[in-house]
């Protein structure tokens, strides 16, 4: 193994490993037979765990990854002839290679560019007035990610107000929580708050980004949604058959608040990152800091002078707009180490 691969970055909160109770519990799971497919005690113990952080009587299912849960999920609404509403910037729409559309057999996908990755009432409104008859698709899902991919988050009240209009105007509401519980940690709020008391009707609930080795989950608060799911979830390949192995982290997690220990960290390293850098000369914040991602614009010769000392993040603005992730494991010393660097990269090209 690389010296590389083993040093925190801050590229993707999935380049970090697998959280120790997560491990421990996947040892612990490694014994003996048990039945396949998810008949078994670790998968019911998995939701129940979810059901009780939601408090409520969901409908949970495991699969492998926020594409499935996500496009799963959608396809779970949306016939082929139907629309979802969604963000320019969402995962759905540009990260997913068209698993939406192609799952729900040609939903087609709407998109609305709102300032800092979030959805307004009104874009939803002009995004869903009635197709021209039979020529265009039928908007019939409203899909919104929390937190949202540039790190900022809905409140509660944000939330209610688009899950009101959705509804009102015959759309079901999809989240997308591939960092539901940094949006959680970041709120301080209960799990219930910003899901299906808000008005969420099915969320993809993330485990991956938050010390999982793989899995997510996906919870139907709608419960009617839910209507012929295990078959879905096996055409779409997404069917564990050791799934003990997919189901006894989550239980690791979901229990104690571990999961949301977990986000609180990454989020504080992110907010400790965005104040030692944030009154640069030449740095700018893209978006608030309210989970575990930095979105900052920095001068090229600055990006590329951090970048030289060894550091990995991604570009997703253009040239200058870069993005830096916080994960659960994330050291207090790299975040300082790591601001210091960029610190000095802007008295270098100044
Ligand atoms: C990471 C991520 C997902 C899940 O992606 P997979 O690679 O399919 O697991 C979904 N939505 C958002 C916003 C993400 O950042």
Request: with cysteine; proline share 7%; glycine share 2%.
């Given at each position: 193994m690389t010296a590389d691969a083993q040093s925190p970055q801050?590229?993707?909160?999935?380049n970090a490993g697998i959280c120790p109770e997560a491990l421990a519990a996947l040892v612990e799971a490694n014994r003996g037979h048990a039945p396949g497919y998810g008949d078994d005690d670790w998968t019911r113990a998995a939701a129940n765990a979810i059901r009780a952080a939601f408090d409520t009587d969901c409908d949970v299912f495991l699969v492998f990854n926020g594409t499935a849960a996500n496009s799963l999920g959608l396809a779970s609404i949306c016939h082929s002839t139907d629309a979802v509403i969604c963000h320019a910037n969402s995962h759905v729409n540009?990260?997913?290679?068209?698993a939406p559309e192609f799952f729900s057999g040609g939903a087609k996908l709407l998109t609305a560019q709102t300032p800092h990755a979030k959805l307004i009432p009104d874009a939803i409104a002009a995004l869903a007035t009635?197709?021209?008859?039979?020529h265009g698709s039928r908007p019939r899902a409203l899909a919104l990610t929390q937190?949202?991919?540039?790190g900022t988050v809905y409140t509660p009240k944000e939330l209610r107000a688009l899950c009101e209009m959705a509804h009102a105007r015959g759309l079901k509401v999809q989240l997308d929580g591939a960092r539901f519980a940094n949006a959680v940690a970041s709120l301080d709020c209960a799990p219930a708050d910003i899901s299906w008391r808000a008005g969420v009707d099915l969320l993809s609930l993330g485990g991956t980004k938050n010390g999982l080795p793989f899995g997510e989950a996906i919870v139907f608060?709608?419960?009617?949604?839910?209507?012929e799911f295990l078959r879905r979830r096996k055409q779409g390949g997404?069917?564990?058959?050791?799934?003990r192995f997919l189901a006894a982290p989550w239980s690791a997690i979901m229990n104690d608040g571990v999961w949301l220990k977990h986000a609180a960290h990454a989020n504080a390293m992110a907010r400790r990152l965005a104040v030692a850098i944030e009154?640069?000369?030449g740095v700018k914040l893209?978006?608030?800091?309210?989970?575990n991602g930095v979105f900052v614009d920095l001068p090229v010769r600055v990006i590329e002078a951090v970048r030289a000392k060894g550091w990995r993040f991604y570009n997703f603005v253009g040239a200058t707009g870069v993005r830096f992730m916080c994960a659960w494991d994330t050291p207090l010393e790299a975040v300082d180490r790591f601001a210091a660097d960029i610190a000095q990269a802007v008295r270098g090209s100044a």
């Open positions: 801050f590229a993707s909160d999935n540009v990260d997913e290679c068209g009635p197709a021209h008859d039979e937190a949202t991919e540039f608060f709608d419960r009617a949604l839910a209507d997404q069917l564990a058959s050791k799934m009154n640069l000369p893209i978006a608030p800091v309210e989970a």
